[in-house]
């Protein structure tokens, strides 16, 4: 976002949007977990 400080040694992550300041000697990033799970007729009454 325009006009947001990123702070000395700090280290912003691929595809994070800051939204407020980093301080100083901060790592932020996105973390993403996916989730696997089977479906289909025999669990729903299709």
Do not use: F
Not at 3 to 19: A, C, Q, T
Request: no cysteine.
């Amino acid at each position: 976002m325009p006009g947001k400080k990123v702070g000395v040694y700090s280290i912003v992550g691929p595809g994070v949007i800051l939204n407020e300041d980093l301080p100083d000697r901060t790592i932020i990033s996105v973390s993403q977990t996916l989730v696997k799970k089977e479906w289909g007729p025999e669990k729903y009454g299709w």
